[in-house]
C-alpha cells in the first residue's frame, strides 16, 4: 500500500572506489524495519477481529523466474508469520477456468491477498486477470483500478517492487521532495508506478524508455536515476552526473551471476549512492508484497480502500459501514 510510516532512517558505510565514495543503499536493513512493521500490523489486525493474513499465488506456468519469485514470497511469509497457498492451474486451462478461479478466491474470506505470477502462458489473457481480481485482493497493484488510484493519489494497493524502492530511498534518507527523479523504463510493474510514487512525494520526474532522443541529456541531470530497463550492466558513467543516487531494479543473469541494469563496478565511485545488485531492491520486494497482504485485510475488513491506513495505525480499527 502506499503511505506508511517510513522505518528509521541510516547511512551505510559509504565505498571508496575511483574518485569518490558511494553510499550502499542496502535492503537488509530496510528488511528487517518491515518485518517487524509487518509482525506489529498482523497482530492489530487480529486485535481488530480480522483473520489471519493470507496470500494465494497462482500460477499457470513453470517459468523460472516466477518460480523463483514464488519461493522467496512463501519464505518471506513464513519469516513474518503470514499464511501462503500455493494454486497451480493445470496445462491446458483456459481463460474460462483462470476467471473461475479469480472469482473463487475473491469471493473466499480467508483469501486476503491474490497474487498471479507473471508471465501467463500466451494461451491465457492478461485481460482476466485485470477484470476479474478483486482490487482489494490486488496486493501487487495491477489492476487498472488499484493503478488509476495510484496515479491519481487515492489509497491503493501499489505494486511491490517500485514501493521498496521509495523505501530504501526514505531510509537512507535520500530526499524525494523537489529532487529530479528520472525512471528509466515503463513498465506497468515497475516504471509506470514508481514514477507515480516519486511524482507523489513532490518529485519532478521524467520517464525515458527506448524510444527516447537522446536519453543521457535527461539522465545526467537527475539527482535520483531509477533504472529497470532488463538490459543487464546498461547504465553506465556517461548517463549520470557525479554524485546522483542510482535505484537499480535490474535481475539478470550473466554467467550464472546476478547483476542489475546498471553497471555496479563502473558506478562505485561516480554514483553518491546505489543499490547493489544483489541486496538492494531485490530483498525488500517480497516484504512489501507481505505488507500489502496485510494491508488489503484492513481493506476488506472496513470494506473500502480507505481502511488500508488503519494497518499501520494501531490505534485505529477499521469500521464497516
Ligand atoms: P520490461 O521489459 O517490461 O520493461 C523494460 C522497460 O525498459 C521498457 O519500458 C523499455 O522501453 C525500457 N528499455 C529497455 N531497453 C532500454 C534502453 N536501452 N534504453 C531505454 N529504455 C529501455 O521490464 P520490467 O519493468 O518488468 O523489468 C525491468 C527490470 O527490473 C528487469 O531487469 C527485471 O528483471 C527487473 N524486475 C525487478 C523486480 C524486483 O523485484 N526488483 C520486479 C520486476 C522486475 P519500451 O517501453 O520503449 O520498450
Known amino acids: 500500500m502506499v503511505s506508511v510510516a517510513h522505518s528509521a532512517s541510516a547511512r551505510s558505510a559509504p565505498v571508496a572506489s575511483g ?8 535492503g537488509g536493513e530496510v528488511a528487517s524495519a518491515l518485518r517487524k512493521e509487518i509482525r506489529a500490523a498482523t497482530a492489530h489486525l487480529i486485535s481488530c477481529g480480522g483473520p489471519l493474513p493470507k496470500l494465494v499465488t497462482v500460477s499457470a506456468s513453470d517459468n523460472p523466474a516466477a518460480v523463483a519469485y514464488r519461493r522467496s514470497i512463501v519464505k518471506t511469509l513464513d519469516r513474518v508469520g503470514l499464511a501462503h497457498e500455493p494454486v497451480d492451474l493445470p496445462n491446458g486451462s483456459t481463460d474460462a477456468d483462470l476467471q473461475e478461479l479469480l472469482k473463487q478466491l475473491c469471493d473466499d474470506a480467508s483469501v486476503t491477498g491474490v497474487l498471479v505470477l507473471m508471465p501467463l502462458p ?7 486477470v485485470n477484470e476479474f481480481l478483486n482490487p482489494m485482493k490486488d496486493v501487487d497493484g495491477i489492476t487498472p483500478a488499484n493503478a488509476g488510484r495510484l496515479h491519481l493519489g487515492l489509497p491503493c494497493l501499489a505494486p511491490s517492487t517500485p514501493q521498496g524502492g521509495i523505501l530504501l530511498l526514505d531510509h537512507y534518507r535520500i530526499p524525494i521532495e523537489g529532487a529530479h527523479a528520472v525512471v528509466v523504463g515503463r513498465s506497468n510493474v515497475v516504471g509506470r508506478p514508481l514514477a507515480a510514487l516519486l511524482l507523489g512525494r513532490d518529485a519532478t520526474v521524467t520517464i525515458c524508455h527506448s524510444r527516447t532522443v537522446d536519453l543521457e541529456s535527461y539522465t545526467r541531470r537527475a539527482d535520483i536515476i531509477a533504472v529497470a530497463t532488463g538490459a543487464p550492466r546498461w547504465l553506465n558513467r556517461s548517463h549520470i552526473r557525479p554524485g546522483a543516487t542510482v535505484l537499480d531494479f535490474g535481475i539478470n543473469v550473466v554467467n550464472e551471476k546476478v547483476v542489475g541494469d546498471a553497471d555496479y563496478a563502473a ?4 554514483a553518491g549512492a546505489i543499490t547493489p545488485v544483489p541486496g538492494g531492491t531485490g530483498p525488500v520486494t517480497a516484504l512489501v508484497l507481505a505488507r500489502n497482504t496485510v494491508a488489503a485485510a484492513f481493506a476488506q475488513l472496513g470494506g473500502t480502500m480507505e481502511s488500508l491506513a488503519s494497518a499501520f495505525d494501531e490505534f485505529v480499527c477499521p469500521q464497516a459501514n
Do not use: A, I
Not at 19 to 26: K, M, N, S
Not at 122 to 128: G, K, Q
Open 267 to 270: 558506478l562505485l565511485g561516480h
Open 19 to 26: 574518485d569518490g565514495e558511494t553510499q550502499l543503499l542496502r
Open 122 to 128: 500466451p494461451h491465457l489473457s492478461r485481460e482476466v
